[in-house]
């Protein structure tokens, strides 16, 4: 057993989590990161848009408050969102002191790009490729802090509470050991579960939102599930996105007769909220039986798209599709979870010295549907108020490791594979972009099964990792599609097609 003078352990190594351990060493208080693969390796890095912020001398705080309750058909806590808002131009200037190459005029004033649901321009970004960015200037600065410790190529497989100050967090790393770290406080910035559908943008499988509710965390509105419009349409799981930033330059989304159909859908047309735009999207494919239609922005000047989209144009012609002269064949996917852990206004749960933050939580900052770019916002800002509320007291140092060597090992891989896969397709058939109660009581039917077959392999004696991670996946599936079917509001994201 070691003993490390470490306070706070931190779940997870994307934007949300780093920010939070940089800004505990800002106050001088040492944290862990226990992160599934390599720290820069993270769901956050294929961030493309930005960080919505105002920064420009026409807009306000007020415009961006009431842009972001309209995305969520007014069910943003609006206290919180302008908590969060307010500090927007605060993180800007700490990124560009840590080196993020924000994207700049020829005056060097920031280059704010346009998105789908704002009023006006005020997305910072870093090219097409913001995450990466922000994540590379949040690694390097780690490196050199030594208040900062990351533990890479381990996953949570369960969590429990000792006493009401001690967590105990169990862990699996590649090699089929296991590792048990207590704390006494602990940040989960696991991500969403957007993974979990057949058609996503995203990695992240819900692990720490399946966590927290094992503890006892609140969990609550898992049935806002942003569906991003426009990802690349391939045969792969995880799809490439199109950045909505390229849909506010004047791309324009076309069926496959080539007409332009978002006029037919709503007045802002191809800059509709993305709730509206994923279900138009949807429904042109449905009715012309084809599994995506066409983004065209063969009108958007070459300068725009080779300044502000190298890398859509790079991913296109990899798949022998030139931007400049083609359509881009796209498709709805599952792109952002909205609901999760809940938190207040210091993103802590219900549970003393747990916090929440990033895409696993539930500030109430995104609703029902979340306005773009506001993510990359709330995980910045969120650490900001974590940092502040822990060292509000004195911080225990609770932290021991125990390891036990080649303790699990993957012994029903494919078992799992199948179970997964199957639940994958099941969220997307049926609690999906469009809905219905037959569909999701079949999908929590189905689900159930599953549990069921994975309990009665965990029942035997030293059952397998993969078990246990599997059974975590399917939970949060579970949880997903029963607050989809009890949701009897068609608000947001969440479309019942048997609610009138």
Not at 109 to 114: E, H, N, T, Y
Request: glycine share 8%; with cysteine.
């Amino acid at each position: 057993m070691t003993e490390n003078n470490y306070g706070v352990v931190i779940l997870g190594s994307g934007i949300a989590g780093l920010s939070c351990a940089l800004r505990l060493a800002e106050l001088n208080i040492p944290s862990v990161v226990l992160t599934k693969r390599e720290a820069i390796n993270t769901a956050s890095s294929w961030a493309q848009g930005g960080v919505a912020a105002v920064v420009a001398s026409e807009d306000s705080f007020e415009s961006h408050l009431e842009d972001t309750c309209r995305a969520s058909s007014q069910s943003t806590n609006r206290k919180m969102a302008r908590k969060i808002i307010e500090k927007g131009p605060v993180v800007i200037d700490w990124l560009s002191h840590l080196g993020v190459p924000f994207t700049r005029e020829k005056n060097g004033k920031l280059a704010l790009g346009q998105e789908g649901g704002h009023s006006y321009r005020r997305i910072v970004h870093a090219e097409d490729a913001t995450g990466s960015h922000i994540m590379k200037a949040l690694c390097a600065a780690i490196e050199k802090d030594s208040r900062i410790k990351i533990i890479s190529n381990v996953e949570a497989v369960n969590l429990q509470l000792v006493h009401e100050n001690l967590k105990l967090v169990e862990l699996d790393d590649i090699h089929g050991n296991r590792h048990q770290i207590q704390t006494s406080n602990l940040i989960i910035a696991t991500g969403g579960f957007s993974g979990l559908y057949s058609r996503t943008t995203s990695p992240a499988r819900g692990t720490g939102i399946a966590l927290a509710e094992l503890i006892g965390c609140k969990i609550t509105n898992l049935e806002f599930v942003q569906f991003h419009p426009t990802a690349l349409f391939g045969e792969n799981t995880n799809l490439y996105l199109i950045s909505e930033a390229l849909r506010g330059e004047g791309a324009i989304l076309r069926d496959l007769k080539g007409n332009a159909f978002m006029k037919d859908f709503h007045p802002d047309r191809e800059l509709a909220p993305r709730d509206v735009v994923s279900r138009a999207i949807f429904q042109k494919m449905t009715e012309q039986k084809n599994p995506y239609v066409y983004l065209d922005a063969t009108q958007v000047s070459a300068e725009q798209l080779e300044n502000h989209f190298p890398n859509i144009l790079r991913e296109c012609l990899k798949r022998g599709i030139n931007v400049k002269q083609k359509f881009i064949p796209i498709t709805p996917a599952a792109h952002y979870t909205c609901g999760g852990i809940e938190v207040d206004e210091n993103f802590k749960t219900n549970i003393e010295g747990i916090y929440a933050v990033g895409e696993c939580s539930n500030s109430g900052l995104h609703g029902a549907n979340r306005l773009a770019s506001n993510s990359l916002l709330e995980g910045l800002v969120s650490a900001l108020y974590v940092a502040s509320d822990i060292n509000q007291s004195p911080v225990e140092s609770n932290y021991q490791m125990t390891s036990h060597p080649h303790l699990t090992q993957q012994k029903h891989k494919q078992f799992c594979y199948q179970l997964i896969k199957g639940c994958k397709q099941f969220l997307w058939d049926y609690v999906g972009i469009i809905r219905t109660d037959e569909g999701m009581q079949f999908a929590i039917n189905e689900i159930q099964n599953y549990i069921q077959r994975v309990d009665d392999k965990i029942g035997m004696k030293d059952p397998g990792n993969d078990l246990l991670r599997t059974r975590l996946r399917l939970k949060v599936s579970l949880s997903l599609a029963q607050s989809a079917l009890n949701q009897r509001v068609n608000l947001g994201t969440h479309y019942n097609s048997d609610i009138h």
